[in-house]
């Protein structure tokens, strides 16, 4: 069922929030042993807050008409009295003692949460075999990955498991789950959502935003959660608007990429496509020269692993999270907590980071990546002197098998060759369902604007939902 | 970047390895190191030290008042190790 039809159903007392909701838990109960998409998981109390939204809605105090629907969290989204891992076993066992600041906004909406989805350890991949505890399948194909990081907010929502979710995005952690499942995406504005409560990887770059299985999803869960907020200095005062703009192809000005040579050929050809639908009904195209996306994913490599190699330090065996005390002394509690909390990539990537931020190293790579970062900014500001929007492929391929690029981290990283610039940009982009290849594995389009301008951006992804070409029906089968 | 100079960052980071787990990393570090040193290509010379930090563009500052904190019954709850108030760590001064 569409986001769309679960808000309109619950309006209009067709159905009650419990109902809805203990739908969407016998279908996790059937498909999610295939899919792997939660890491934890309590029925009891997701039944008891869907009781309490029906009891606040038949007595005429609804918190707002949202009251009930029920939405799925990342596991590095902090809830008061919850489990929150992201993804790893040094907080395998922390509960959090306080509310990010988005869940307090759910909360005083009368969302019915769902945590626990499953994630690359800290966010830090692209399938989320990174993470500690099980790796999420695809639901169109198991035998493939599902995107990452926010694998399971994504999976979850494409096996019909939950309408809507909440993921975080710091290089594509959003969006490219969402293009291989199937779904939207949202990165929104760096600042447009508060980050307080989200477990930081690299806090220049991360941003939480919504997916869902329609626009509309995307359009109410943004305008819940956006705005300034006292305990993130980086949040903005920009005003949160209505985001449904009126948008008329004729005449609109959208950039486009040349077609890769490395991109599936399914790809390549739904693009061209877009392109060409686009063109018929007015818009004018303008081919931009992305040379600088080769330089994204190095950029992004040094700045988010310098970041986050500050940001883990806080890990330390001490306050909260895995204490190892096999050692004797106090360098050894640090050494040993965090050698043993922290998985493979993890390690990596603190490690390359710390080495970028070394004495002797640091101009030359943490300093150079900065200054190559504001090229990349200010080619997005050139972008948008010429253009509306952007419209690119999300992913250069469509979700990859489990195993086959584990083994080469390069190859890896390169699955965000599409995504990274936005971050490191700071603007918005959103993932669209655009189709299913050969295969009938799910194509993501991506599409950006300038700073603050996700309202032109879902009205293009409107246009484009209302054309069954470019729409993906979600598996009901999980095979 | 050898396996020597790798302790050297890994101590830095606080983070141990020996055996094969330490090749295995120092080799795809290095593979890593020489796909990041693309950077050093760029010629990033018209970029000011304004340019550099874009979502600085104004201070966000707060009133200075007090607010609520996790009290010591919360940390009790989330520390590894907690007696009688306090969150107890290895001794520190070695004799």
């Known amino acids: 069922m569409k986001y769309k039809e679960i808000k309109e159903g619950l309006a209009s007392k067709k159905f009650s929030s419990q109902e809805i909701c203990e739908t969407f838990l016998k279908r996790i109960r059937d498909v999610e042993p295939k899919i792997s998409a939660f890491i934890h998981h309590n029925e009891e ?5 869907a009781k309490d939204s029906d009891k606040r809605r038949s007595g005429g105090k609804e918190l707002s008409p949202l009251d009930g629907i029920p939405i799925g969290i990342k596991d590095n989204i902090c809830i008061l009295g919850e489990r929150t891992t992201a993804g790893s ?23 019915v949460l769902f945590p626990g989805l499953n994630m690359d350890e800290f966010a830090m991949g692209s ?46 952690s959003i969006r490219q789950p969402a293009a291989l499942c199937g779904i939207y995406g949202l990165k929104p504005t760096y600042g447009r959502v508060s980050r307080y409560g989200l477990i930081a990887y690299a806090s220049s770059l991360d941003q939480i935003g919504p997916f869902s299985n329609d626009s509309e999803g995307i359009e109410d869960i943004l305008k819940v959660i956006s705005g300034s907020d006292l305990h993130d200095a980086t949040s903005s005062k920009e005003p949160t608007p209505n985001f449904s703009e009126k948008l008329d192809l004729k005449g609109l000005k959208i950039g486009v990429m040349e077609v890769g040579s490395e991109w599936s050929e399914a790809i390549q050809k739904k693009y ?12 004018i195209t303008t081919k931009l020269d992305f040379s600088l996306n080769e330089y994204s994913i190095p950029v992004y490599y040094i700045i988010a692993t310098a970041e986050c190699s500050s940001n883990l330090s806080r890990f330390d065996g001490i306050r909260y999270g895995y204490r190892n005390e096999d050692g004797k002394k106090l360098e050894d509690l640090y050494l040993d907590s965090r050698s043993k909390g922290f998985g493979k990539e993890v390690k990596r990537r603190i490690l390359l980071g710390t080495f970028s931020l070394s004495s002797g190293y640091y101009d030359a790579y943490y300093g150079q990546a900065q200054k190559a970062r504001a090229l990349i900014r200010k080619g997005y500001d050139l972008f948008f002197d010429k253009v509306d929007l952007i419209l690119q492929p999300t992913s250069p391929t469509t979700a990859f098998k489990i195993g086959e690029k584990t083994k080469d981290p390069i190859q890896m990283y390169k699955a965000d060759i599409l995504t990274t610039s936005v971050n490191l940009a700071g603007v918005p982009a959103l993932s669209i369902p655009a189709g299913l290849d050969e ?31 470019f729409s993906i029906p979600l598996p009901r089968e999980i095979k | ?17 020996a055996g094969k787990e330490l090749d295995e990393l120092t080799d795809d570090l290095n593979k890593i190191m020489s796909y990041v040193d693309k950077v050093k290509e760029l010629d990033t ?51």
């Open chain 1, 45 to 49: 109390k997701i039944l008891q807050n």
């Open chain 1, 89 to 111: 076993k040094i907080l395998e066992n922390f509960v959090s003692p306080y509310n990010a600041t988005v869940i307090d906004k759910l909360n005083n909406h009368g969302f």
């Open chain 1, 127 to 172: 399938s989320t075999e990174n993470s500690a505890y099980q790796t999420t399948k695809n639901p169109f194909d198991t035998s493939r990955i599902p995107g990452g990081s926010s694998g399971g907010s994504a999976a979850a929502v494409a096996a019909s498991m939950l309408p809507i979710s909440l993921g975080s995005d710091t290089g594509g």
């Open chain 1, 272 to 283: 061209k496509q877009m392109i060409e639908y686009l063109e018929s009904k007015g818009a």
């Open chain 1, 439 to 469: 295969e009938g594995l799910p194509i993501g389009m991506q599409i950006t604007a300038k700073h603050f301008q996700e309202g032109k951006i879902l009205s293009l992804a409107k246009i484009f939902e209302s054309i069954p070409e």
């Open chain 2, 1 to 17: 970047m050898d396996s020597k100079k790798l302790q050297e960052i890994a101590f830095l980071a606080r983070l141990r390895f």
């Open chain 2, 45 to 95: 010379r018209s970029i000011t030290e304004e340019d550099l930090y874009p979502h600085l563009q104004e201070n966000a500052i707060r009133k200075d008042e007090i607010g609520t904190s996790l009290g010591r019954d919360e940390l009790s709850k989330i520390s590894p190790k907690f007696e009688n108030g306090y969150i107890v760590v290895p001794r520190v001064i070695e004799t």
